[in-house]
């Protein structure tokens, strides 16, 4: 279970995220916009019962909010009990992993270095495995 | 292992709470053998549990209590209040060390011996058990035990999250239930598949009804350890008190159980503490020793309420002045404009107290403006009554659940928003002559009706852009936020009332502050519930007490202009009506409606209101209805929607014919009727309350022993303002000195020669006798009227 994780692409990166965290991954499209909350939350949109907030996990990446696409993917993951949708350009694969991922070398770039956590390799690619929980509170990244 | 110890863990936090209060009602009965027998039950469990968990703290402990209460069974020892402190102290240990095990942290081999000691230090026996009398006595509760666990309800431990998971599942199967029964709608149906999705439709509304039930407690959880807490208060304090209780079977949202139980606390503290006397002061003002507590609960339509009621001082509404001034929280000046009920008011003020000295038990700086917030912040509502020297009452009126909120949708920016109900006073349009806006150093004020608010709009506080394509006419709602916290708020247009269920959203849309939760309404677009504090604080509104009123110089005042209240009767007319006469607008159940007689009346607190404005019975669930009152009486006008608050003319074009209308004028090009208040009042009340019964006159109906002029005769006399006594005979109408007499046909009439008599006839025999007819109605009053006006004359 450790080992699997669910591969994404946010900004035009591949990032991975370790499957324990996703629920779902679910198609958004209308969401209700949040006046004055922070440039990296999408939005409210609403999965069966339930209340997704949206994070736009480009902008910290970019510094640039990102419209909303029709139909884009959401990775639905709950924090703190409270379930959240987060918007990646789209999502590739779920891989099993033999190898554990590796602490980071060197300094990320800002903005990655918000969110990576780790480094991890699958054959003959790499990917930076993300915190989910960064992504929607990035304070934290500064607390750890 | 671990399962075990979760199960002990909970079951002996659960029965802690109320056997403190079983201990403390025993110590008050010491007589009372079935509640003392349950106590060492108790703690004869947990000393089972625990040898067998391994717990020696907990062992020592119980098994201190259980010798010193089987010696109390016994007889060997009495009861003492230093003895019951002992076993709460110990059952205070428990508690703490129940809590420490919760949290996970191994138990430390403490020592307990200071506890154990106390028990011992006034025992004049030694204190060794006899171990063959204890195994005897092990053997007599356990074969007790079976017998009570019979009679207790059968319940199972679940865990909250399993729940929510539950509640989650159902309102997705109601959402799924409405799509289908929307595709269902929108294609032919066979008769048999429509049947059936009805049969899975109740099953659904029963489910969800079922697991909404399990979210509800009794609110015998936070009244249980009320006992305790009064006696250990009274106890420090050199007080009596006498508490009781009732309302416990009453149910609510274990979440607002929990939010309501530090208000009720403290308000519990404050009176112990502050209202009722000491034992001295209380027998000098003539009252009982033992001061008088009592909390009860009960469920009112969709609110509960729970009543605080003391016997105490009251509070000295002088002093609470004289605070206020003192802590600054309003000056000498603002404080003698106050009225009594503004002044009591103070008492939610922040950093007040009323007691003259701070004790360690209320003045802690928590004061009764938090305990308010805390009940305002789940809409609810705190009043007091106060009678000074006498007592004081104190309602705490909490919604059932925490997250159905009555709730008014409004649009800014082309985005829909929710805000609670509670928090808003009143809605206007931007164009009513009533309202202006200024500018004042770069922020707005709204004067309406000579008061001013401060004014923003909200699409300035969330930062949102103003939608273009929106209405020009924008609309303008009053807002309450806190007790001295107003404002009045612009927004596009306010859409709908609706219940909502709201939720509390995630951490990063909470931290702002502006918003209070998110609430999923039908149309399955999410919508932001707004906080009005948060807005304010936001909009950089902050509480300056009260709405500063310009003294009288309001431009109605000046023009002599009165305001009305415009509303649309049930039939859909546009009408208004003189403002002054409104006490409030309500909208009431539409059981509170009855007929009788051809006239409606509704059910108040107090008795019946006659109704105005229905024509029958109404069909829909909730009535909106205005309460008049003239001065004198009050009754209730039914309306289909109260419009907006205008400026009445001067002069308006009257109309004599029309009943019950005093004129009309135009409001744009809309005609409106003004109402004619005097009209509606003596039309409804007649001469039943407008004058005093003893100004009608007495007609005395001679002969009603014929059941005629009981039945027929005197209810029309008394409908025409007459006021009816019966007599037999002449001679025992002579006695009741009436104004007027009516005599039945064919009475001997000898002793009333000089009194105004009117003789009634048979039916369409008028000459016979001189009489009227007894079926003209018209006659029979006018002959009444003459002879009333022959006798005045």
């Not at chain 2, 009608?696 to 009603?704: A, E, H, N, Q, Y």
Request: glycine content about 8%; charged content about 25%; some cysteine.
């Amino acid at each position: 279970m450790k080992d699997l994780y669910l591969i994404a692409r946010i900004a035009g990166e591949r990032v991975a995220i370790a499957a324990q965290w996703v629920e779902s991954v679910v198609k958004v499209s209308d969401a209700t916009p949040i006046p004055s909350a922070a440039p990296y939350i999408a939005g409210l949109y609403a999965l069966r019962s339930r209340v997704l907030t949206l994070i736009d996990c480009q902008f910290h990446l970019t510094g640039e909010q990102q419209d909303l696409r029709v139909g884009q993917n959401a990775v639905v993951v709950e924090v703190g009990g409270f379930s959240y949708g987060l918007l990646v350009d789209e999502v590739s694969d779920v891989i099993t992993v033999a190898s554990q991922p590796r602490p980071l070398q060197r300094k990320l770039p800002a903005g990655w270095e918000l969110i990576g956590t780790a480094v991890l390799e699958d054959d003959a690619e790499t990917y930076l495995v993300i915190d989910p929980a960064r992504l929607i509170n990035p304070a934290l990244a500064h607390a750890a | 292992m671990d399962d075990l110890l979760q199960e002990f863990i909970a079951e002996t936090r659960e029965t802690l709470d109320s056997l403190a209060s079983e201990l403390v009602r025993w110590e008050a009965n010491p007589g009372d053998k079935q509640r003392l027998d349950a106590i060492f039950r108790f703690f004869h469990t947990i000393k089972g549990s625990c040898g067998f968990l391994n717990l020696p703290r907990f062992e020592r402990l119980s098994h201190a209590a259980e010798d010193v209460l089987s010696a109390l069974r016994d007889g060997t020892r009495e009861p003492s209040p230093a003895l019951v402190d002992g076993i709460l102290a110990i059952i205070d240990r428990i508690a703490e060390l129940i809590a420490v095990m919760e949290a996970g942290v191994p138990l430390e081999d403490g020592s307990d011996a200071d506890l154990i000691k106390a028990l011992s230090e006034d025992q004049l026996a030694v204190h060794e058990v006899d171990e063959s009398h204890l195994s005897d006595l092990e053997i007599t509760t356990a074969a007790d035990e079976p017998a009570t666990a019979s009679t207790i309800m059968r319940s199972i431990r679940v865990p909250l999250d399993l729940i929510d998971h539950l509640m989650n599942g159902v309102s997705d199967m109601v959402l799924a239930r409405n799509e289908v029964a929307r595709c269902l709608r929108e294609s032919d149906i066979d008769p048999a598949l429509e049947a059936a999705f009805h049969r899975l439709s109740g099953c659904i509304a029963d489910m969800r009804d079922s697991i909404g039930q399990t979210r509800m407690q009794r609110i015998e959880r936070i009244f249980s350890p009320l006992p305790r807490l009064v006696r250990d208060l009274a106890h420090e304090l050199g007080k009596k008190v006498d508490l009781s209780t009732s309302g416990h079977n009453v149910e609510l949202d274990r979440e607002m159980l929990e939010i309501i139980r530090d208000p009720l606390t403290h308000i519990i503290r404050n009176s112990v503490d502050h209202g009722i006397e000491p034992p001295e002061d209380r027998r000098a003002a003539g009252k009982p020793d033992a001061g008088r507590l009592s909390v009860s609960g009960y469920q009112a339509g969709n609110q509960i309420l729970i009543e605080i009621v003391d016997d105490g001082r009251g509070i000295d509404i002088d002093r609470l002045v004289e605070k206020a001034v003192s802590a600054r929280i309003r000056t000498r000046a603002e404080a003698q404009m106050l009225s009594d009920r503004a002044k009591l008011e103070l008492i939610f003020a922040p950093g007040i107290s009323t007691a003259s000295s701070v004790t360690a038990i209320s003045g802690r700086g928590v004061g009764m403006d938090v305990v308010r917030a805390n009940i305002e912040r789940v809409g609810g509502s705190i009043d007091i009554d106060n009678r000074p020297g006498k007592g004081l009452k104190i309602v705490l009126r909490v919604p059932l659940t925490l997250t159905i909120i009555p709730c008014l949708t409004l649009s800014a920016g082309g985005q829909q928003f929710a805000m609670p109900r509670s928090s808003i006073r009143e809605i206007l349009f931007q164009n009513n002559q009533q309202v202006r806006i200024e500018q004042a150093g770069g922020t707005r004020i709204a004067y309406i009706r000579g008061k001013s608010l401060p004014f923003v709009d909200l699409e300035d506080i969330l930062g949102l852009a103003a939608d273009e394509d929106a209405p020009v006419k924008r609309t303008i709602v009053t807002i309450n936020a806190s007790s001295d916290l107003n404002y009045a708020l612009g927004v596009e247009a306010v859409l709908d009332h609706e219940e909502l269920v709201v939720r509390p959203g995630a951490p990063v849309i909470m931290a702002d502050g502006l918003y209070a939760g998110t609430t999923l309404p039908d149309n399955g677009r999410p919508m932001l519930l707004l906080d009005p504090v948060g807005m304010a604080k936001r909009a950089q509104i902050s509480g300056t007490g009260q709405e500063t009123v310009q003294a009288e110089t309001s431009e109605c005042a000046q023009q002599g202009q009165e305001s009305g209240l415009l509303f649309r009767d049930r039939k859909g007319r546009l009408r208004a009506i003189l403002l002054g006469l409104v006490e409030r607008v309500e909208d009431v159940p539409a059981d509170h409606f009855a007929k009788s007689c051809g006239h409606f009346h509704m059910r108040v607190e107090d008795g019946t209101r006659p109704v105005h404005g229905l024509n029958s019975l109404p069909e829909e669930d909730m009535v909106k209805i205005l309460h008049l009152f003239d001065g004198h009486a009050r009754l209730v006008h039914a309306v289909a929607d109260v419009v907006d608050i205008v400026a009445l003319p001067n002069e308006f074009e009257a109309t004599p014919d029309k009943i019950g209308i005093a004129g009309v004028m135009f409001l744009g090009d809309e005609l409106v009727e003004i109402v004619d208040g005097h009209w509606v009042f003596s039309a409804m009340l007649g001469d039943r309350k407008t004058e005093t019964p003893s100004s009608r006159p007495l007609c005395c109906l001679v002969g009603s022993g014929d059941g005629w002029a009981r039945n027929m005769l005197a209810p029309l006399l008394r409908s025409s303002g007459y006021r009816v006594v019966m007599a037999d005979s002449a001679d025992e109408a002579e006695a009741l000195d009436a104004d007027i007499y009516l005599a039945m046909d064919g009475e001997e009439l000898a002793g009333l020669a000089d009194l105004p008599v009117v003789r009634l006839g048979s039916s369409g025999k008028n000459g016979t006798n001189g009489g009227v007819d007894r079926y003209d109605r018209d006659g029979i009053l006018d002959a009444l009227r003459d002879g009333l006006a022959r006798r005045q004359a």
